[in-house]
């Protein structure tokens, strides 16, 4: 049973660019959670989605950041025009359909802004 | 907003040595939950406390939930250098929504 699988592992955009991450659940999980994580701190919750559906965005920026969780295929985390302060750890995280309880957290995408 | 403060920031043991780590909400929690990060690694899952009061052990890992379900604490007893990495602990708030709001974490080194 594959885990949660996120890609890239690693990302370089230059400043202006977009970034484009990808999250596929646990298979059976309905809820996808993703979280931003700088270096030496800790986890800040972005956004919350179930299929087709964002329950709750309010840790997202108001500008240039977007998440959706379509039908079919993986969750995509996208952030337009990026800027150097973007750079950071970027997790998602998946839950059963109750959406209680433990997250299963991807290996993460690394993005780096020059 | 709802706010997690955790500390100690770092700890820094002897192996062999326990080590504590705290947790406190600025609001009630319905659930805490503990995670461990390994250097470069993802978090991953320790345990979930749900009652007042609870007290959880998994082998040299004891975990409590406050009376209050405003704090908890991760108590390690005779710490071994596989402990290294960070400790997080994670509310989620009494909407119960499934979102989760993270401690800064407590970076725990063992020195062999």
């Known amino acids: 049973n594959a885990g949660v699988m996120q890609n890239p592992r690693h990302l370089v955009r230059r400043r202006g660019q977009e970034a484009r991450l990808r999250c596929s659940p646990m298979k059976g999980h309905s809820h996808v959670y993703w979280y931003r994580q700088l270096p030496e701190e800790g986890l800040k919750f972005m956004v919350y989605?179930?299929?087709?559906?964002?329950?709750?965005e309010s840790g997202m920026p108001k500008e240039r950041f977007s998440a959706e969780f379509p039908k079919e295929g993986p969750s995509i985390l996208r952030i337009q025009q990026v800027v150097r302060g973007d750079s950071a750890a970027y997790f998602c995280a998946s839950s059963p359909p109750s959406g209680l309880g433990e997250q299963y957290f991807g290996p993460g995408t690394r993005l780096t802004v020059t | 907003g709802q706010q997690v403060m955790q500390i100690p920031q770092y700890q820094h043991v002897q192996e062999g040595e326990d080590f504590t780590t705290y947790c406190n909400s600025s609001?009630?929690?319905?659930?805490i939950q503990w995670y461990k990060q390994r250097p470069g690694g993802h978090p991953v899952f320790l345990i979930q406390?749900?009652?007042?009061?609870e007290v959880k052990k998994q082998k040299r890992l004891t975990f409590q939930f406050g009376e209050a379900k405003k704090n908890s604490s991760l108590h390690i007893t005779a710490t071994q250098t596989t402990d290294v990495g960070t400790y997080f602990c994670a509310g989620s708030g009494s909407g119960n929504t499934g979102k989760l709001i993270f401690g800064q974490g407590t970076t725990l080194q063992v020195k062999p």
């Open positions: 406390l749900v009652k007042s009061g």
């Open positions: 989605l179930q299929k087709e559906n964002i329950i709750d």
């Open positions: 609001t009630t929690l319905s659930n």
